[in-house]
């Protein structure tokens, strides 16, 4: 082998090895959402748009768009941990195609966290962060959405 080749099969396995430790504490769900992250994005010109940080110093933006009050888009983009992008992936999943008032109703962090079937007691405040983000786009929406012009003046 290669001295390149070496490297990468070194590398391959150390990761199996640190995906596996992580198997004792984290759910299948979690660490495919880890690996695999859905609508980690950015939106151009969002409907509503957010950026928290979290407890533990991760931070987490959400980006919606939306046509009749339902919400037809949702990505995040965060900072964080596996299990932060394993919340962010979670809740935007939650809220694409819904109606605005029924993902107010089903974002909060007990939701995300049977989603994800658990998360260590540690990383519960990573489910946190993901449902007050994304609570606050929705309001961000909210408030922008009888007045498009005011997206405009957003920092």
């Known amino acids: 082998m290669k ?12 990761q199996e090895q640190i995906i596996d430790q992580y198997r004792k504490y984290y759910s299948d769900k979690v660490i495919e959402l880890w690996e695999n992250p859905k609508y980690m ?17 991760d931070s987490m933006e959400i980006f919606l768009k ?17 299990a932060t992008i394993a919340c962010g ?8 195609g819904k109606p605005f008032t029924k993902v107010l109703g089903l974002v909060n962090a ?3 966290i049977k989603r994800l079937d658990g998360l260590p007691k540690e990383h519960l405040h990573c489910a946190d962060l993901a449902s007050e983000a994304m609570r606050r786009a929705l309001a961000d929406y909210l408030y922008h959405r ?3 012009w005011k997206k405009h003046y957003r920092k």
């Open 66 to 82: 939306a046509k009749n009050d339902i919400i037809t888009e949702a990505t995040f983009l965060t900072d964080g941990c596996g």
């Open 146 to 148: 009888n007045s498009p």
């Open 110 to 112: 007990n939701e995300i």
């Open 41 to 57: 994005d950015k939106i151009s010109e969002p409907d509503g748009y957010s950026k928290v940080k979290g407890t533990c110093g």
């Open 3 to 14: 001295k390149n080749e070496n490297a990468d099969e070194f590398a391959r396995k150390l």
């Open 89 to 96: 992936s979670t809740v935007a999943e939650i809220a694409r």
